[in-house]
């Protein structure tokens, strides 16, 4: 049978191309008998799925830790090639030395959902939580005292960085490869070009020739919204809108309004997040945030922050609002109380346990439901861990490969003791009480941005929220994501969702 792709090997690495034409049928399940470590060098509209887990889009940058025997497939073939980087088993470092260095470098890396933390963080984990829904629902509610910022997740594509080498003082422009062993910059046309190609390229090069001359002092990162040919005149409740969609979410300005004519006289739009600073891009150390004063105006380009206006000492929940938070938060409050911290500290100790009892909820999020019954929650969680062991039980043709399922089972199986099972119970019941009153925030938030959201079905325009919102503490810099993980399911995985590649 022949393969869907075509390999070619340099050194201890491997390159692997996917064609832009490769038929869906052909991107199957499989696993590999070693880690890896894989790099997307470059490809658009491909998705990526880890079993029990819920696809992504790939983007250019992405470092993917599959560890061996683990169950995934590329979900869907994008509109350009897909090229990946696969270093040999030999060379791969473990997934924690990776967060490790990721940590260590400062990078923007992946943002755990405010619920998640309470598998992920321990004791002081889930306090934080309860803490950050707290300050945001003071800073909602009229409290100028909040120490909480929030910015809004954009759902653009690609990401693009932009600022000085400080290495030589030039500027340049790139895409996620900027933090690579050995980093892909572009200083520029001809650079962008040999290196990338098709919408990809088209939209680097427009990023480098008009952002060069804004006056970008450090490095910045942010999405790419539009370029010219992106920006479509549509009607959408019988009033008439300038759209574009980069990704899912179709954002929809009124055709009359100033944003609307400044957007239309640009070549490009951008939203930018996050500051770099350092002596080189090894060292660079990630703050959420830019500021953007410094940068000059251009009428060929649109960009703005991530950042809500501030929104300390206004009121915008009601009290009816807020009192439903606080409930939410006290109840959260007298159940984390119950919790043993011995079970959370286990978890916290052992995160290959945590990300499968993630993957495990993520099955719900797919589906688009909520945790209803908390102990049946933890009865099925049991199952389905047990039944993953029968099942690789069973391909295992050799008696020492049987007892060494068994072994590895009967040594996983040992944390969920009958006190484990009644605190995980209660974790499930706290993690149901923090959505609940994230839901409510969520809610707020989104009725404070500037720029209307919509999906895009077959049946026309669908109103939906913002990707969703990032909370930062400003004492400690954390960061925590806040999204409405059954609309993201919905609008993710509907058939009826026409996904901006898809048009």
Known sequence: MSKPYTDKTNGRFKTRTFESNTDSHELVWHRDKADRV?????????????????????????????????????????????????????????????????SKAGKNTHMTHIEDRVIYGGVKGARESIFALRSLRDMLAGNSNSSTDVTVKWDGAPAVFAGIDPMDGQFFVAKKGIFNKDPKVYKSEADVRADTSGDLA????????????????????????????????ESIDGEKMI?????????????????????????LGVVWHTTYKGKDFASMKASFGVNLKGLKKKPSVWYQDADLQDLSGTATLTKVDTDEVTAALSKAGKIFQKIKSTTLSELENNPN???????????????????????????????????????????????????????????????????????????????????????????????????????????????????????????????????????????????????????
């Open 353 to 503: 346990l945590a990300i499968k009892i993630e993957t495990f909820n993520n099955t719900l999020v797919r589906k688009g439901e909520r945790i209803a019954s908390t102990t049946k929650h933890v009865q099925d969680l049991i199952k389905w861990f047990n039944d993953k062991y029968k099942k690789e039980y069973e391909k295992r043709s050799s008696e020492k490969g049987k007892a060494a399922v068994l072994q590895k089972q009967e040594d996983e199986m040992k944390f969920f003791s009958k006190e484990n099972k009644k605190n995980l119970d209660l974790m499930f019941q706290l993690m149901n009480a923090i959505v609940d009153a994230k839901l409510i925030i969520i809610n707020k938030l989104d009725k404070l941005k500037e720029i209307d959201t919509f999906v895009r079905t077959r049946n026309g325009f669908k109103v939906t929220g913002s990707e969703g919102f990032v909370a930062i503490d400003r004492a400690t810099s954390g960061a925590v994501k806040l999204v409405d993980r059954m609309e993201f399911s919905m609008n993710n995985f509907s058939k009826d969702v026409i996904k901006g590649w898809e048009r």
């Open 202 to 233: 088209e939209k680097l090069v427009t990023a480098f020739n008009e952002l060069k001359d804004l006056g970008i002092k450090d490095v910045i990162q942010g999405d790419v919204m539009f370029t010219k040919g992106d920006l479509n005149s």
């Open 243 to 267: 759209t574009f969609q980069p990704n899912t979410i179709v954002y929809a300005v009124p055709a009359k309004s100033d944003l609307a004519k400044t957007m239309l006289k640009a070549n």
């Open 38 to 102: 894989i790099t997307v060098l470059e490809g658009n509209g491909w998705m990526f799925q880890m079993d029990n887990s819920i696809p992504y889009e790939l983007e250019e940058g992405d470092v993917l830790n599959i560890s061996k025997m683990e169950y995934h497939r590329i979900y869907k073939a994008g509109s350009t090639n897909l090229v990946i980087e696969i270093e040999e088993p030999k060379n791969v470092k473990s997934f924690s030395d990776y967060l490790s260095e990721a």
